[in-house]
């Protein structure tokens, strides 16, 4: 009681009310903040568990047009890949074509397969579409390395209409190419005619530009500041482009080889006029299975090339994307 009434004349005093005056005003001011505050809070959370609601809600017209959207693609995705290649390896495996049914699903078999890779010719073709495909993505790979670096890391003159250049073949159907090869070789004193020198000309020539995207997309995306930075070191140009360009663009390079090497192991349109007796590749052979009739033993073969390619174009995204992760 003592200490309540002493409090109270403390009160009184002229100075110390204008305090406590003060202090009350202050009281009251940080109550109504913390009072805005709670609101605020309190109003967020309303409105995060009215957007929840909505986007939840099974009527909303943006999830159903979303689906629908999703739909649409799958179903063409389906039509136009899934279906075609379900048929393919069902036509593999039965002794002779014919439409899906369930009989054929009981007499399914893998006889095509042993046969069709154990023929001669196919062994024979394989081994040169490899080939072709391996040197074809190297040539380019390698051209088209020193292009690109030519065309964006360069000044030199005409570097722009070289790029231009090395386009063009994109323009150039496969059939008229293999008919301007023709022209050019057939009576040319380099003995190339007849033989798969005269293919892989054809493959490096087609699938240029490829490459040469590739490796661009690879340099632009190599800042100047790193080979400035080591030259201001000492670093000689060698150097430079062995411990810090080459690194860097490697798998941007790597996966343009992977592309071309795909690109010529399913060529057709310049191969077939540009082949003779002997150097067959993979798409002469599987047009000659077409020719004589043999379907089941056709569509193993483009069984076992399109699991194979599948496995080179993933191979491919995956060292392109990792390119890009590293150069960014």
């Not at 040469?212 to 060698?238: D, K, M, T, W």
């Not at 080179?312 to 994307?321: D, I, S, T």
Request: glycine share 8%; charged share 15%; net charge positive.
């Amino acid at each position: 009681m003592q200490i309540s009434k002493n409090l109270k004349y403390i009160f009184l005093l002229p100075g110390v009310l204008s305090l406590a005056a003060v202090l009350m005003l202050a009281l009251r001011h940080v109550a109504q903040a913390q009072g805005g505050v709670a609101e605020i809070a309190r109003r967020a959370k309303l409105t995060r568990e009215a957007a929840y609601k909505m986007l939840s809600k099974s009527g909303n017209p943006e999830l159903r047009s979303l689906t629908a959207v999703l739909a649409a693609a799958g179903a063409y995705v389906l039509a136009i890949a899934l279906l075609p290649l379900l048929a393919l390896a069902y036509a593999s495996t039965q002794p002779y074509f014919r439409a899906p049914s369930l009989t054929g699903l009981g007499e399914m078999t893998l006889a095509n397969y042993r046969a069709v890779l154990g023929d001669g010719r196919t062994l024979r073709a394989l081994g040169n579409s490899v080939l072709l495909a391996v040197l074809a993505a190297t040539a380019v790979t390698a051209v088209t390395a020193v292009l690109a670096w030519l065309v964006v890391r360069t000044r030199v003159r005409g570097r722009r209409l070289l790029d231009m250049l090395a386009f063009v073949p994109l323009a150039i159907p496969g059939l008229v190419l293999g008919v301007a090869l023709l022209a050019v070789y057939v009576r040319s004193p380099v003995p190339v005619y007849g033989t798969l020198w005269l293919l892989l000309i054809a493959y490096c020539t087609r699938f240029t530009p490829y490459g040469i995207r590739f490796a661009s997309a690879s340099l632009a995306q190599v800042g100047h500041e790193l080979e400035e930075s080591a030259a201001a070191c000492g670093a000689s140009f060698p150097r430079r482009l062995r411990r810090i360009l080459l690194p860097l663009v490697a798998p941007g390079l790597a996966a343009g080889w992977l592309t071309v090497v795909v690109l010529s192991l399913r060529e057709l349109s310049s191969s077939i006029l540009l082949y003779s007796p002997g150097n067959e590749v993979l798409s002469i052979r599987i047009w000659n299975l077409y020719e004589s009739g043999e379907f089941p033993e056709l569509a193993a073969l483009g069984v076992v090339i399109t699991v194979s390619l599948t496995a080179l174009v993933a191979a491919g995204y995956r060292l392109g994307a990792r390119g890009g992760r590293g150069t960014a």
